[in-house]
């Protein structure tokens, strides 16, 4: 079976900051991973995702994950927050055998001017 | 259509009463999910739809959650005999292949009170 860990359940961070936003998993296959964010009022969309290719993933609005077999993690990094960054963002993994999506229980980002 | 829809947007009930929540996926997506989202918690999978097969309900709480699909369209979940910890958010997901590694676009949700 698949878990989600997302450490952190808000996090704040100055404009400018770095943004790490924490996610592990448990999965006894090679996991697929994802990053989902949710914007105040809308649908989650999908950040990133990982499927086995390279380790390092680059997503939308500056935003990349890098999946860490020996961690067992996941973690989403941006170098510098932007105030339009503030959301809800969602780890997710699933594997190649079944089409379950187990998401982790969210880290709200908060971004201070 | 342009993306997933929802309907309705608010769903305020009363306990004990039954509802139903409508999904329509984006066409020609032949997977289809329905997640369950409580306050301050998670995304939980209720049930998944791929194309013909039979459906997966592994995730449905109690047998007062049923959902169906008419083919590769639209589906819709009944809650029968509704409960106050039904309340959350109900969100539909829609892919275009069953494959795990597919982009899953959800839907704006369902927000379900049951008073």
């Known amino acids: 079976a698949q878990s989600v860990t997302q450490l952190g359940s808000h996090v704040s961070v100055s404009e400018g900051a770095l943004v790490l936003l924490r996610c592990n998993y448990s999965s006894s296959v090679p996991p697929y991973l994802f990053w989902y964010v949710q914007y105040p009022n809308q649908g989650l969309q999908l950040l990133l995702k990982?499927?086995?290719?390279?380790?390092l993933v680059k997503g939308i609005n500056g935003f990349e994950a890098e999946f860490k077999k020996s961690e067992t993690s996941f973690h989403l990094t941006k170098p510098s927050a932007h105030m339009s960054d503030a959301a809800e963002y969602f780890c997710a993994v699933s594997d190649k055998n079944f089409n379950k999506f187990y998401f982790g229980s969210g880290t709200k980002l908060n971004v201070k001017p | 259509g342009a993306g997933v829809s929802q309907s309705p947007s608010n769903k305020v009930t009363e306990k004990g009463k039954d509802v139903e929540l409508r999904c329509d996926p984006i066409s020609g997506h032949t997977a289809l999910y329905w997640y369950r989202q409580r306050l301050g918690q998670g995304l939980e999978f209720l049930i998944y739809?791929?194309?013909?097969?039979?459906?997966?309900k592994s995730g449905l709480p109690s047998d007062r959650f049923s959902a169906e699909r008419t083919g590769e369209s639209v589906s819709t979940l009944t809650i029968q005999r509704t409960q106050q910890e039904d309340s959350a958010v109900y969100l539909c997901?829609?892919?275009?292949?069953?494959?795990?590694?597919?982009?899953?676009?959800f839907g704006p949700g369902t927000r379900l009170t049951v008073l």
């Open positions: 990982y499927t086995s290719a390279a380790t």
């Open positions: 997901a829609s892919s275009s292949t069953s494959v795990g590694t597919d982009t899953q676009y």
């Open positions: 739809f791929q194309g013909n097969s039979a459906p997966d």
